[in-house]
Structure formats: C-alpha cells, structure tokens
C-alpha cells in the first residue's frame, strides 16, 4: 500500500472503499487518499454518509447556508467540475446525477454499519472504531453543516448503542460481559448515566461490590469536575440497593385532592419496616399541608401504633447547628453546652418510639443525610416523615412524588368543574377575601385559570387572593403574565410563589442552574436526546434536575417543566434564547426533511409527538426569516394540514411565511405557493389555488426547478378538473408526466399518473383510468420508501370509487374499508370523510339506503370536522336521498325537517360558482326536487 495521497498505478481500479469513521479516507485498489478538510471533501463526505439521492438544493443548504439560492446554486456547480476532477486524478467512482439530485455510489465502512445493524450483526456493529463519524469535516461558522455532521453522529452513536442492548440481552446472564461493555460505553461518553448504571449493576451481580464503589466514586468525581454537581440519586441507589416502598392502597376521602397520597402516608405508619418517607415535590405543591393533615388525624387514631414526637421545621434554619437547635427545642431534648449537638441528639433519640416531621430539609440535605442514616440505625422504633424538594438518598429511603392538584376537562361542562379538586380550592380561597364571592357563576373563568397555573396549588391559592382586588375577569386576563401575577402576591399564610422558586433556584449548582435557562426555552415535552442536541443538557444532568423536582418525567420517558418553573427560569436566562431556538429549528426541520425525502410508512407518529417543536420551529423561521428552515418544512406541513387539518390554520402560517420570505427567496416562495395552492383548493378556494398554483409555475419555469414544476402542474390540473376544464387538466397533468419520466422524478410520476386517471374517469373511460391508476400504484411498488401512507389511502379511495362506478360493489366495498381503515390509523380526518362518502354511494348504488345514511351522517361528521365543504353538502344530498327512499328520518340530525334543512344547503352549493359544489349531490342531481317534493306532503 502506498502512502496517503500518491497516485495509483495506471489502469482502472480493481475496487473502492472509503473509511468514514475518522477523518474519511478513500481506498483505491491498495492506495489510500484522505480527502481534504475543504468543501470538496465535505461534500464527498456528504454524499457517501448518506449513500442515495440528495438533491442540490439541499447541499447548497448544507454548503453556503448564508449566500442566496442563486449564489449558492452557482458555486455548487463549480465546486462539483472540481470534485469530479478529483475523483478522477484517484481513479475513484464518478458522481451519479438523476434530475436534480446527485449521489456518490462509493462503499463505505457507515454504510457496511448500517447493514449489519439492519441485519443484527452485532458483534460486527461494535467492532467499529470508536472515532466520530467524518471526523475533522467541521466548518468554522457554519452552524447548518455542523448540524448535519451531528445528526449523522448522533445517528452512528444511536446505532451503536443499539447494538450494545442488543448484545445486552444476549450476554443477559453473564455479568461479566455487561461490565465490559458498560465499560465501553463509558469510553465513548464518560459522563453516560445508563452506562453507569449498567456496569454498577452489573458488577454487583458478579459479586464485584468493592469495583462497583470504586467505580461509583471515580464517576462522581467526573462529574464535579465536569459539572459540578454530584452523582443522581438513581446511580446512588444502583451503587446501594434500597428498600422500595409499599404501594398506596384505595384511597379515602380526607384532604382536598390528596386522598391517595394521604392514605399512603396512613399505610406507611402501619408498615413495620418502614423507618424514613420523603414527600418530594416543586415549592408550592402543598407538601408541608399533606404532612400537617397526617399530624391531624393521626395523632388520635387509636389503630396507629406509633405515637407523634414532634414537628421540626428546618426552613428557617440557615446551617446544621442551627437545625439542630430547632430539632432540640421541638423535641424538648436538653444538651450540655459542650456537647456536639448532633452527637447529643443521636444518644438521645436512641430509645425514642414513635415517628417525628422534619419540614423543608432541601437546603440542608447533603449534610443531613449522613445524620439521619445514623440516626434510624441507632434508633431502631423510630420513624421519620422528610418534606423536601429533593430526595435525601438516604439506605431505606421510600420516596412520595407530590404531583399537581386534578384539574377539571376542558371538554366537560362548566358544571362539572367544581369537583374537580383544583377548582374547589380556588373557589375557597376566593371565598375567604371575598364575601359574596358568586361561585356557580365564575366557575368557568375559575376553570380557566386553574388549568393555565397548571394545577399547582400554591399558585392557585395566590391566584384566587387577587379577586378582592382584580376580580376573576381581571385574575384571568392577568395571566398573560402569570409569573409578575403571582410573585407580587402573597397568600393568606404569607407564602409567595417568587420566593419559593427562587428558593429553589438558589439550591442549584451553576451547571444545574445554566441547564435549567437552557431547557426552559424548548418548547412542549423533549426527550433526553433533545435535551443533549439542543440545549447542550446530559442525561445525568437532567436527572438531577428531576431529583430536585423541577423537571418532570413521565412514563414514556419524556421531559416537561411546569409553566410557571419555564417562565422562572427563562427570566433568569434570557440570552440562552437565542442560541436554543435555533439549534432547535434547525434541528426539527432536519427531521421533517429527512422524513418527507423517506417517508417509510406514515409521518403521524412525528406529528403526534412532536407537534410542539415543529410548530415552535416553524415560527422561529416566520420570525427570523431562515430560509433554510422554511424550505425543509414547507412541503411536510402542507402535506400534514392537507391531509389532517385544519385548514384554515395552515392556510394562515403558510401566508404568514410567504409574507416575510426574502424577495430573493425563489425557491422558498415557490414551495409556499404551491403549499398554499393545494390548502386553498382543499378548502374550496379554487380562485386563490389557482392563483397560487400560476405562481409556483411562473417561478419554477424561471428557476427552471424541473425537480419541483411536477407539484405546480398538478396543482393546476387539479384545478382544471374541478372546473370540468378536462382537455386542460390533461394538458398540465400530461405536461407533470413528461417532466417526472424527462428527469426521473419517481413521485412526479406517481401523482401525475392517478391526476390523469382521475381526468379518464371523468371523460367516462374508465379502462384508460385503471391503467393510469396501475401505473401509479406500479412506481409506488418499485419505489415504497416515497409511497406513504397517507398516498396510499388517496390511492385505496380512488380505486375503491373506480370500482364503484364498474359496477364491482363487493370488491368497492372492501377496498374502500381498508382505505377508511389506513385513514383512521393515520388521524387523517379530511381522508375518512371521503372513504365514507364513497362508501355512502357503494351501498346507495347498491340499494342498501340504511347503511347509506349511516354512512353519509359519517362522512358529513368528518368533513365538517375537517372543512371539506364540497364532502359536505354532497353527503347532506344523499342524505335526503336515502330518507325518501324508507331509511328513516332518525339516520339524519333532526330528522326529516334536517334533511330537507340540508338539501337546501345542497341547492345553494349546487348554486354557488365553483362547479365542484354544482356537482355536489351527484350522482342524485334532483336532490333538491326531492325536498321540495318533502315539504308537499310526500311521505309525511
């Protein structure tokens, strides 16, 4: 093998192979080359990382994120003449094109990773070198690339770690084996706290207690220095088996909202081992309350055996010593003035029984959990109930998580509010400091509020304090700012909201307090994934910030913090803002693009989960007018809004974004009006659809963007069609076919072919329409990965009506149920609406008119849920229909008298200038005949 960068021998080359793990190195035959650090060998890089099309608009993005789209355009063609000079000087595979998209068919160690990942070759996956993923590509000041490159790292890194639990459950019985590759893991990331976990356990479970806290103390020591903070109580208790608490049994009516966590507490008294409880919750959450209501009834209850020692409140207390003489006077402990304090009260409280409250221990926890482990071992009859707002990781420590108050449903009747536990207490506080206060008739305002402060019963208390002075209105209105609202205020015992959080605030380390200004800025619930891509926040710090009770997790693992925590914190950081947000945008419209470039399967579960984020990110790119951002999800969201609605809301941010996209913005400005083209025709909007669509034409055929003037065309076809202009519509849908098969464009052809099938169909040729619908369905087979889900439901409704119209009922029938059926998996309203017209008409034809109305009344449901006014009033015309063919006036919302209500609004469709509503009640065009027929007595 020769040296890196010397030419190869004369003659085509035997082979090719390019390293990418590392800085990427290409093998020719026996010669080595490292590509440059420069933009070639970034965009080589580029190219073979992601091994399939990538089109160049995208790698201008990637490339020059800050030049225009034009400027860009331009200095991609020059970089590419010198890249492929490159590859020819070693003899290496040239640049392929297809249309607008290029790829570079080199194999690759990522891509050989990728295969034995899909393939379970585990062993192989971790045989790859732990050096990052295109290692030294970097590009000063270009956070776009930067980004790229940490996604694909990220992705290798994921999939390493796959292979690792993989290889986990393999290896589930040798303890050995599971530290060796904790071991590793800790290697790549030595602050990873799964990692940890995994190799303490492991090592217990070897019998290897010794290493496991030797292990334990040198990832500590990592931490403070890294971090500065110490170990998470979850890698504590891995370390250190602890004793797990008892479950809560039913509960019992006691205490305003708290009954099972009070009937927890109850439990606990009862359970002979149980020594040490912590209530731990945010400031505010009524932790202090739950334990006074447990002194209360308690303390008399015959069937407790244990009696009460005492109430000792630690919040005052500044230091240890100073605690200790709270804890002396509240016990009525007496100590010689020599005596060390803690000492003393040690061999005093060792003979004790009974159980004893320590109230507000946080600020002092570190130094208090060495005592009280002390303390329960010395003192074998004695029970202690901890409030905090962190857990105390004390050995037998049984921890209580206080959660907010229950908050009333949005979609239930105001009425029902006042059971809802939140609701009482504002509406008992707001009794006290308002004589008179009219409960039933502001218990919907009451609602409102308590739902916004998010449950917490502090803030509620403190909220309802301002109703002598604002009124509920003006309470309401005010908490537009809660946080000014309820830190100003003070409740009838004094407390303020500002003080608490700022107490807690003041608890933090500054790596806890910089991670918290960080996270505050993200928008909606975030994984641990995201907290490390976009606030730069690891999973062992986010942990600590839930052992500290602000942050919480649920059961699926992902991260929130309560709204008046975010607005805290974000006023304590405000310049983290900038920095979040756009790593943030930029990193949800990589998703989205990646996604519509490689649909496989549906985009619902993203839109689902993710929905916040894109929507945030969305608006962080109106707001900045990032071009890059816009572009990525222009199309997605058009598809998402057209598919699931609702209209008129993606009507107005895609307006919005093409209000504020640069001038020079082309590209973008097509996208959005071919966005805004497709929403408006949706909605029955042909004028403004049309004049979208024209736009996007005139700018594709300037830009001579053929990978994108398919969607235009089609849009107009589209258009034509509803107007019955048919010879048009063939025209721009031909015109899409030609530019699709011209340049290679496989889902051109695809939505070309089933507009033209659709044009055939209307002319009467329905054999023509099959086969264009053949042709579509048949590129989708060859390409499944750009056929989604949502396409393939159009494409079921479209052949389930097709065979409608051939007559072949049974085989319409069931194709059109597993169209409905991919439509309800994928929560796309505005699809359901049309299976179930369709269906409505299968059985109509069919002569089957109560299971018609049944599924007109359905259809008509669902278009109106999604705005499809055309599905509408041709499902309120078949209604009629089937009422004068015997179906029965109850299979229609108010009976006869609403049918005939909705035959009229038929009529007025049928009037209305747009001829896709005249063709509203086809196939049964005398719909309206039949109402009037109604109203003469025919079939009173």
Same mark, same amino acid.
């Given at each position: 093998?020769?040296?890196? &960068?010397?030419?190869?021998?004369?003659?085509?080359?035997?082979?090719?192979?390019?390293?990418?793990?590392?800085?990427?190195?290409?093998?020719?035959?026996?010669?080595?080359?490292?590509?440059?650090?420069?933009?070639? #060998?970034?965009?080589?890089?580029?190219?073979?990382?992601?091994?399939?099309?990538?089109?160049?608009?995208?790698?201008?993005?990637?490339?020059?994120?800050?030049?225009?789209?034009?400027?860009?355009?331009?200095?991609?063609?020059?970089?590419?003449?010198?890249?492929?000079?490159?590859?020819?000087?070693?003899?290496?595979?040239?640049?392929?094109?297809? #249309?607008?998209?290029?790829?570079?068919?080199?194999?690759?160690?990522?891509?050989?990773?990728?295969?034995?990942?899909?393939?379970?070759?585990?062993?192989?996956?971790?045989?790859?070198?732990?050096?990052?993923?295109?290692?030294?590509?970097?590009?000063?000041?270009?956070?776009?690339?930067?980004?790229?490159?940490?996604?694909?790292?990220?992705?290798?890194?994921?999939?390493?770690?796959?292979?690792?639990?993989?290889?986990?459950?393999?290896?589930?019985?040798?303890?050995?084996?599971?530290?060796?590759?904790?071991?590793?893991?800790?290697?790549?990331?030595?602050?990873?706290?799964?990692?940890?976990?995994?190799?303490?356990?492991?090592?217990?479970?070897?019998?290897?207690?010794?290493?496991?806290?030797?292990?334990?103390?040198? @990832?500590?020591?990592?931490?403070?220095?890294?971090?500065?903070?110490?170990?998470?109580?979850?890698?504590?208790?891995?370390?250190?088996?602890?004793?797990?608490?008892?479950?809560?049994?039913?509960?019992?009516?006691?205490?305003? &909202?708290?009954?099972?966590?009070?009937?927890?507490?109850?439990?606990?008294?009862?359970?002979?081992?149980?020594?040490?409880?912590?209530?731990?919750?945010?400031?505010?959450?009524?932790?202090?309350?739950?334990?006074?209501?447990?002194?209360?009834?308690?303390?008399?209850?015959?069937?407790?055996?244990?009696?009460?020692?005492?109430?000792?409140?630690?919040?005052?207390?500044?230091?240890?010593?100073?605690?200790?003489?709270?804890?002396?006077?509240?016990?009525?402990?007496?100590?010689?003035?020599?005596?060390?304090?803690?000492?003393?009260?040690?061999?005093?409280?060792?003979?004790?029984? &009974?159980?004893?409250?320590?109230?507000?221990?946080?600020?002092?926890?570190?130094?208090?959990?060495?005592?009280?482990?002390?303390?329960?071992?010395?003192?074998?009859?004695?029970?202690?109930?901890?409030?905090?707002?962190?857990?105390?990781?004390?050995?037998?420590?049984?921890?209580?998580?206080?959660?907010?108050?229950?908050?009333?449903?949005?979609?239930?009747?105001?009425?029902?509010?006042?059971?809802?536990?939140?609701?009482?207490?504002?509406?008992?506080?707001?009794?006290?400091?308002?004589?008179?206060?009219?409960?039933?008739?502001?218990?919907?305002?009451?609602?409102?509020?308590?739902?916004?402060?998010?449950?917490?019963?502090?803030?509620?208390?403190?909220?309802?304090?301002?109703?002598?002075?604002?009124?509920?209105?003006?309470?309401?209105?005010?908490?537009?700012?809660?946080?000014?609202?309820?830190?100003?205020?003070?409740?009838?015992?004094?407390?303020?909201?500002?003080?608490?959080?700022?107490?807690?605030?003041?608890?933090?380390?500054?790596?806890?307090?910089?991670?918290?200004?960080?996270?505050?800025?993200?928008?909606?619930?975030?994984?641990?994934?995201?907290?490390?891509?976009?606030?730069?926040?690891?999973?062992?710090?986010?942990?600590?910030?839930?052992?500290?009770?602000?942050?919480?997790?649920?059961?699926?693992?992902?991260?929130?913090?309560?709204?008046?925590?975010?607005?805290?914190?974000?006023?304590?950081?405000?310049?983290?803002?900038?920095?979040?947000?756009?790593?943030?945008?930029?990193?949800?419209?990589?998703?989205?693009?990646?996604?519509?470039?490689?649909?496989?399967?549906?985009?619902?579960?993203?839109?689902?989960?993710?929905?916040?984020?894109?929507?945030?990110?969305?608006?962080?790119?109106?707001?900045?007018?990032?071009?890059?951002?816009?572009?990525?999800?222009?199309?997605?969201?058009?598809?998402? @809004?057209?598919?699931?609605?609702?209209?008129?809301?993606?009507?107005?941010?895609?307006?919005?974004?093409?209000?504020?996209?640069?001038?020079?913005?082309?590209?973008?400005?097509?996208?959005?009006?071919?966005?805004?083209?497709?929403?408006?025709?949706?909605?029955?909007?042909?004028?403004?659809?049309?004049?979208?669509?024209?736009?996007?034409?005139?700018?594709?055929?300037?830009?001579?963007?053929?990978?994108?003037?398919?969607?235009?065309?089609?849009?107009?076809?589209?258009?034509?069609?509803?107007?019955?202009?048919?010879?048009?519509?063939?025209?721009?849908?031909?015109?899409?076919?030609?530019?699709?098969?011209?340049?290679?464009?496989?889902?051109?052809?695809?939505?070309?072919?089933?507009?033209?099938?659709?044009?055939?169909?209307?002319? &009467?040729?329905?054999?023509?329409?099959?086969?264009? @619908?053949?042709?579509?369905?048949?590129?989708?087979?060859?390409?499944?990965?750009?056929?989604?889900?949502?396409?393939?439901?159009?494409?079921?409704?479209?052949?389930?009506?097709?065979?409608?119209?051939?007559?072949?009922?049974?085989?319409?029938?069931?194709?059109?149920?597993?169209?409905?059926?991919?439509?309800?998996?994928?929560?796309?309203?505005?699809?359901?609406? @049309?299976?179930?017209?369709?269906?409505?008409?299968?059985?109509?034809?069919?002569?089957?008119?109560?299971?018609?109305?049944?599924?007109?009344?359905?259809?008509?449901?669902?278009?109106?849920?999604?705005?499809?006014?055309?599905?509408?009033?041709?499902?309120?015309?078949?209604?009629?229909?089937?009422?004068?063919?015997?179906?029965?006036?109850?299979?229609?919302?108010?009976?006869?008298?609403?049918?005939?209500?909705?035959?009229?609004?038929?009529?007025?469709?049928?009037?209305?200038?747009?001829?896709?509503?005249?063709?509203?009640?086809?196939?049964?065009?005398?719909?309206?005949?039949?109402?009037?027929?109604?109203?003469?007595?025919?079939?009173?």
């Amino acid at each position: 093998m020769t040296a890196p &960068g010397q030419p190869p021998a004369p003659g085509a080359p035997a082979s090719a192979h390019l390293s990418l793990f590392g800085p990427p190195i290409l093998r020719v035959d026996d010669h080595d080359w490292v590509l440059p650090t420069n933009r070639r #060998g970034q965009l080589l890089a580029l190219l073979a990382a992601h091994a399939d099309w990538v089109r160049r608009d995208q790698l201008a993005t990637w490339l020059w994120p800050d030049h225009t789209q034009a400027a860009a355009r331009v200095n991609l063609r020059n970089l590419l003449l010198r890249s492929r000079q490159l590859l020819a000087a070693m003899g290496a595979p040239a640049l392929q094109e297809q #249309g607008d998209a290029l790829r570079w068919p080199v194999a690759s160690d990522w891509q050989q990773f990728r295969a034995d990942l899909a393939q379970g070759r585990w062993s192989a996956c971790l045989a790859v070198p732990s050096a990052p993923l295109i290692e030294g590509m970097d590009a000063q000041g270009n956070d776009v690339l930067d980004e790229v490159l940490r996604r694909l790292r990220g992705e290798a890194d994921d999939g390493w770690r796959r292979a690792v639990a993989q290889q986990l459950e393999l290896q589930a019985h040798d303890p050995d084996a599971r530290a060796e590759l904790a071991r590793r893991l800790l290697e790549r990331d030595p602050l990873d706290e799964d990692a940890m976990l995994l190799r303490l356990r492991a090592l217990h479970d070897a019998g290897q207690a010794g290493q496991a806290e030797q292990a334990l103390q040198r @990832y500590a020591q990592r931490l403070h220095d890294q971090l500065g903070i110490g170990p998470s109580l979850t890698v504590q208790d891995a370390a250190r088996p602890r004793q797990a608490p008892a479950p809560p049994p039913a509960a019992r009516a006691v205490l305003l &909202g708290r009954d099972a966590e009070l009937q927890t507490l109850r439990d606990w008294l009862t359970t002979p081992d149980a020594r040490l409880l912590s209530v731990v919750a945010l400031g505010g959450m009524g932790k202090s309350a739950l334990a006074q209501a447990l002194c209360r009834e308690v303390m008399a209850d015959a069937d407790v055996p244990s009696p009460f020692l005492g109430w000792v409140a630690f919040e005052p207390a500044a230091d240890l010593a100073s605690a200790w003489r709270a804890f002396a006077q509240a016990l009525s402990v007496t100590t010689a003035p020599r005596d060390d304090m803690g000492s003393a009260l040690l061999r005093q409280l060792a003979q004790r029984r &009974g159980w004893l409250v320590l109230d507000g221990v946080e600020h002092l926890a570190d130094a208090l959990a060495p005592w009280l482990a002390t303390l329960l071992d010395s003192a074998p009859a004695l029970r202690v109930l901890v409030t905090s707002r962190v857990r105390l990781g004390v050995p037998g420590e049984a921890v209580l998580t206080l959660g907010p108050l229950a908050l009333p449903a949005a979609d239930r009747p105001a009425t029902e509010a006042a059971a809802a536990p939140a609701v009482a207490m504002f509406e008992r506080t707001a009794a006290a400091v308002q004589p008179g206060y009219d409960t039933a008739g502001h218990r919907r305002a009451a609602a409102t509020i308590v739902r916004a402060l998010e449950g917490i019963p502090l803030a509620i208390e403190l909220a309802a304090t301002w109703v002598s002075t604002l009124g509920v209105e003006g309470v309401l209105a005010a908490l537009n700012e809660p946080l000014v609202l309820l830190t100003d205020a003070s409740d009838l015992r004094g407390r303020s909201l500002g003080a608490s959080l700022a107490r807690s605030w003041a608890l933090l380390a500054p790596s806890q307090a910089a991670a918290m200004g960080r996270l505050a800025w993200l928008p909606g619930p975030f994984d641990h994934r995201l907290a490390a891509a976009v606030a730069d926040v690891p999973l062992a710090l986010l942990r600590s910030l839930v052992d500290r009770s602000l942050v919480r997790v649920d059961a699926d693992g992902r991260f929130t913090l309560h709204a008046l925590v975010r607005s805290h914190a974000q006023s304590q950081a405000p310049a983290a803002r900038k920095g979040v947000q756009r790593r943030h945008a930029r990193l949800m419209a990589e998703r989205v693009e990646q996604l519509a470039q490689h649909p496989r399967g549906s985009s619902a579960p993203i839109w689902a989960t993710d929905w916040p984020h894109l929507l945030a990110a969305w608006r962080w790119g109106v707001a900045e007018r990032d071009t890059a951002v816009l572009q990525a999800m222009a199309q997605p969201f058009t598809r998402r @809004y057209f598919t699931s609605g609702p209209l008129p809301e993606g009507l107005g941010l895609l307006h919005e974004a093409l209000a504020t996209a640069p001038e020079h913005a082309h590209l973008l400005r097509m996208e959005l009006h071919v966005g805004l083209g497709w929403l408006n025709d949706r909605a029955g909007h042909p004028d403004e659809a049309q004049q979208h669509g024209r736009a996007a034409l005139a700018l594709g055929r300037q830009l001579r963007a053929h990978g994108r003037l398919h969607e235009s065309l089609r849009l107009l076809g589209g258009i034509a069609m509803a107007r019955l202009e048919l010879d048009r519509a063939a025209r721009y849908l031909a015109e899409a076919l030609r530019s699709g098969e011209r340049h290679g464009i496989p889902r051109a052809i695809m939505g070309a072919a089933s507009g033209l099938g659709a044009v055939l169909r209307m002319r &009467g040729d329905l054999a023509g329409a099959s086969a264009q @619908y053949e042709r579509a369905m048949a590129v989708a087979q060859q390409h499944p990965d750009l056929a989604p889900a949502e396409w393939r439901a159009g494409m079921l409704n479209n052949l389930g009506s097709l065979y409608r119209e051939m007559g072949d009922a049974p085989r319409a029938l069931e194709t059109l149920a597993q169209a409905l059926a991919m439509a309800q998996d994928l929560g796309a309203v505005a699809s359901q609406g @049309y299976a179930a017209l369709n269906l409505a008409l299968t059985h109509g034809e069919a002569g089957d008119w109560a299971q018609a109305a049944d599924w007109a009344a359905r259809a008509h449901a669902l278009a109106e849920a999604a705005g499809e006014r055309t599905v509408a009033l041709r499902a309120e015309a078949l209604s009629v229909r089937a009422l004068l063919q015997g179906a029965g006036p109850a299979r229609w919302r108010g009976g006869r008298a609403g049918a005939v209500a909705g035959a009229g609004r038929a009529l007025r469709g049928r009037r209305a200038s747009r001829p896709r509503h005249r063709r509203c009640c086809w196939p049964w065009p005398n719909g309206w005949q039949a109402a009037a027929a109604t109203r003469r007595g025919r079939g009173r």
